[in-house]
């Protein structure tokens, strides 16, 4: 927290995981400051020794908020919807539930580890491009299928839950690595109507504290 | 369900994914019908249509029960945490659950994911044991790390949670891939502690329906 009490999030403009977290931040109008960690600069600021203390792990987001500090992004969204439930995230069935929790870790799970910077690095340059339109294919194939039986307006029913904020960041990802979304009717209407909405368009990455001036929009 | 009313798990006895939900079956002693499904033989039989039905990310663990079917390991622990809430998986306490929640994420996000079959039937042959090693490593660098602030006997304070059931199988895998964990006390004595009770231990991949004779014990 910060001296005035803010929660602090530390978050990467770009950072599909920062970017769900930034949306629960706005959906639940909670007020924090950002910390802007590139994941590029000076060979990623997330090796600095002062991040490492704060998450291991050395990736964004992580969430310092009631004296602790929290990362993984669907922990942190799962602390949020405890500790200020409204408006929540979650369906109260827990059947509805089960299937919001089901999609955002088949996102946050089988998606967006595939192609995250750290993993492509490894996978080097030549093949970079694929590897990560596979890994993105193959999971909208699935999540596709799945959504055709859960989604209403939104991936479950007709209200925003965690599964639109791992969504929405996921198929910005995918243009970003030009996977052809033509094949996925349902994502792509999903996510088009939630790119309308005030917490979607607030905390797009073209709009971040650390957005460099080229790309914000 | 089965005829009988019972659930029925969709399971490989060398699935970490699987063997996660197994403990949290057999700790909230719920009775279940295991159906293999093998992962290699046959190409692999979680590429069947009537498997992609029931799946269409085309991996185990799925438990059918009360009439649904669920995916994604975390989301099934979830599921049963709250429909059938004793013993408890996660603490009471919403900070306590935070840990609880990262770490299980650490662990199904950060780790698994990037050193399963699928994946590593990419990366080719050649480059598989260097690639799940990496993965594995840099994953509990961070663990052993967090874990000293969070643990007492178990991951999180003194009470088995779902970041036991994801650890116990996770360092399965590190064995497995020849992986020398003398560098974590920490992961090591908590995995020790946990192999011995009894959850843990009917459930492992060496006890399973599928298990082949070789590698019963």
């Known amino acids: ?13 770009r950072s599909s995981c920062s970017w769900r977290v930034r949306i ?11 910390v802007p960690i590139n ?31 929290i990362h993984q992004s669907l922990a942190i969204i799962e602390y949020l919807e ?15 539930r089960a299937s919001v929790r089901m999609i955002s870790d088949l996102i946050a799970g089988g998606i967006q580890p595939l192609q ?7 996978v080097g340059e030549e093949f970079q491009l694929t590897w990560a339109q596979n890994a993105i294919i193959s999971g909208f194939n699935a999540l596709e299928q799945i959504l055709q039986s859960t989604a209403g307006t939104y ?16 198929v910005a990802n995918a243009e970003r690595f030009k996977v052809d979304c033509t094949p996925y009717p349902t994502i792509s209407s999903i996510n088009k109507r939630l ?5 979607f368009q607030v ?11 080229e790309l914000r929009a």
């Open 39 to 69: 994941l590029i600069k000076d060979g990623g600021q997330q090796f600095s020794k002062d991040f490492q203390a704060l998450n291991p792990m050395k990736q964004v987001p992580a969430l310092k908020i009631d004296g602790i500090t």
């Open 82 to 96: 405890e500790t200020r439930p409204t408006p929540r995230l979650l369906p109260q069935d827990p059947k509805k």
């Open 1 to 13: 927290m910060t001296e005035s009490g803010k929660p602090i999030l530390y978050s990467y403009f």
């Open 155 to 170: 991936c479950v029913g007709d209200e925003v839950t965690m599964a639109d904020l791992c969504l929405v960041p996921q």
């Open 116 to 122: 995250n910077l750290s993993v492509l690095k490894q």
């Open 24 to 34: 629960a931040l706005a959906l639940k109008g909670i007020d924090y400051e950002t």
């Open 203 to 213: 905390t797009h990455p073209c709009r971040q504290p650390d957005t460099p001036t």
């Open 195 to 199: 790119l309308v909405l005030e917490a």
